[in-house]
C-alpha cells in the first residue's frame, strides 16, 4: 500500500487518481483547519494594543468553547 492514511483508498476519476477519504475523517480534517483559523483569529487580535482582557474571554469562549 501506498503512503495512504488509515482507512483511505484511491479511486479513478476519469482516469485521475483521487484520494478518497471516509466521511467522518474528511470531517475531521475540516474541523481542524477551522479551529487553527480561529486560533489565528485570536492570537491576532492579542497584538492588538486597544484589546480588552474581556473581549478576549469572550472570543475564546465563542469561538473555541462552543459546542458542535
Known amino acids: 500500500m501506498s503512503g495512504l ?4 483508498h484511491e479511486c479513478s476519476i476519469r482516469s485521475a ?7 467522518l475523517q474528511r470531517f ?11 486560533i ?7 497584538q ?8 478576549l474571554v469572550f472570543l475564546y469562549r465563542f469561538f473555541l468553547c462552543k459546542a458542535v
Not at 5 to 8: C, D, F, L
Request: proline share 8%; net charge positive; with cysteine.
Open 5 to 8: 492514511r488509515a482507512g483511505a
Open 17 to 23: 487518481p483521487v484520494l478518497a477519504l471516509p466521511r
Open 28 to 38: 475531521s480534517i475540516t474541523l481542524k483547519r477551522r479551529q487553527r483559523a480561529k
Open 40 to 46: 489565528k483569529i485570536i492570537l491576532a487580535l492579542c
Open 48 to 55: 492588538q494594543p486597544e484589546t480588552s482582557l474581556r473581549g
